[in-house]
Each structure stands twice: as C-alpha cells, then as structure tokens.
C-alpha cells in the first residue's frame, strides 16, 4: 500500500525528537484546572515534559469543605503519575494546600511521596520558598477566592512570616468564573494598586486555575517590585526539585535568580 501524501508535506519542518530520556514532571490538578496545563508548556525548556493527574471535586462551588476533601483520592491521582518515571510531583492547588491543618502543605507532600514513590512538593510551600529567594517579607496579595478563603490565605501568609499589607480578590464562587479572567484582567487589577504595591515587597498572583504567567514579565517593569503567581513559584520549585537550573524564561525576577548552593530539594518531601 502506498502511503499518503498530503500537500504540501515535503515543506513541513520534521519533528523535533526529545532526548532520549526527558525530565518528566508530574503535576496533580484540580479536576476544573485548565489553566496549569495551558501554562507550563509554554514556559518549560526542551528535553522537559510536564505531565498531569486530576482529583475530583465535589460541586462547582468553591468552598474550603470541598477543597479539603479533594486529599480524600490524592494517593490514587499520584500513583498514576508514578509509572511515567517522573523527576518530582508537585500537588497544584494553592487553596488545597493551605486549607485545613497547619502542616497540610508538607503533609500533602508525604502523602504523595509515600503513595507514588516519587519526591513531593505542594504549590504552598512553592509560594514560600518563592518569597525566601526573593527576599520578601511583606506581600500584595491578588486571587480570585470567595472572600472566606481570600482571607484564609492571608491569615495563612501572615502566620507565616508574611505579612499583607494589602489585598484584592475577583471574588469568585467558582472555578468556572475563574477561568473567566485572563492574564489582562489580573494584569489590570494589579496596575489598579500601584500606591499599595508600593508598600510592600513582592506581588504574589495566587491560585493555580489563574492565567498569568505571560503578563508577569510587564508586571515587573511597570511595578518595580518582583511578582510571582501560584504557576510561575510552582513550575520554578518542580524545576528545581527534578535538579534543573531555572533559567530566565520571560516568567519573572524569580526564574533569574542565582541560587547556587541552595539546596533546591531542602523542603521536597520523600519517596
């Protein structure tokens, strides 16, 4: 049988092969997330693969109820990631990895290490290790959370050791309605603050499900503070996590960092 020739064929550039072993990262989502898998293609370097596992949530609404119970399948999620022979698996859901106990964002980890066999890190706990290398203690906070679990984070960052001089929510009930706001819309409610943002030392961008990454860059030079979103710190931790060099990316100040020395598996939680 002769093969099938489409036109214009002999002009197409070949495919690029990868590496003969790629770094896989693994990424366990929230099932209505779109945005993490839209995102870190974009931003990830050749021979680099990102690979994703969802966990169910029970309703549309966004409650702190909800986000907490979606830990109930997070062994089963992660072991489907385990066979692909990932470097790391990093749980991408902000809200799910501050909510609850205090130590849920590490707890989180070990569940997931202990479940896949694979090294484990939480977006949370990205966030933070995000404000340690940018050497910022007072944070602007911009989310689309219902204002319950707006606060909650604030609380959260402040138990921390950082503190929120300032704020703004989208105020939103659902992950449907986060999907709704895109990169210009996050970039003009920032902009929106520049007095507040004066004030403080770095813009922190949260939840996983809010597109941004491609604005963050402008972000900095209008602002003249370092900004980071939940996607951005989460991508930069599982980078370092699986042993790579984040280089600059167009994602931010956090990606040129020089942080040799620094022990980038200091907080990944074992296999």
Aim: aromatic fraction near 6%; charged fraction near 20%; charge should be neutral.
């Amino acid at each position: 049988m002769r093969g099938i020739f489409r036109k214009g064929q002999s002009d197409m550039e070949p495919f690029k092969p990868l590496p003969a072993t790629p770094v896989r990262l693994g990424f366990v989502i929230p099932e209505r997330n779109v945005a993490c898998e839209t995102e870190f293609p974009q931003f990830l370097p050749d021979g680099v693969t990102a690979h994703f596992s969802r966990l169910p949530r029970e309703g549309a609404a966004l409650t702190q109820e909800s986000l907490i119970r979606m830990m109930d399948s997070v062994e089963h999620q992660s072991r489907l990631l385990g066979g692909i022979d990932a470097r790391i698996i990093l749980y991408a859901c902000t809200s799910g990895s501050f909510l609850g106990a205090d130590d849920a964002l590490d707890t989180i980890a070990d569940r997931i290490g202990a479940a896949s066999g694979v090294p484990a890190v939480t977006t949370t706990r990205a966030v933070l290790d995000a404000l340690a290398a940018l050497q910022a203690r007072t944070v602007f906070l911009i989310s689309p959370y219902p204002d319950d679990i707006h606060a909650a984070e604030i609380a959260f960052l402040e138990k921390a050791g950082h503190p929120v001089p300032g704020n703004a929510t989208f105020g939103c009930a659902s992950s449907e309605m986060i999907r709704g706001i895109n990169s210009r819309d996050v970039e003009a409610l920032a902009l929106g603050h520049r007095a507040a943002i004066r004030e403080c030392d770095a813009v922190f961008l949260s939840c996983t499900n809010l597109r941004s990454m491609d604005r963050i860059a402008a972000l900095e030079a209008d602002l003249a503070r370092p900004v980071f979103s939940s996607n951005s710190a989460s991508l930069w931790r599982a980078m370092r996590g699986a042993g790579l060099t984040p280089r600059d990316i167009g994602a931010g100040r956090l990606f040129r960092l020089d942080l040799a020395g620094v022990d980038p598996s200091a907080r990944v939680r074992g296999a």
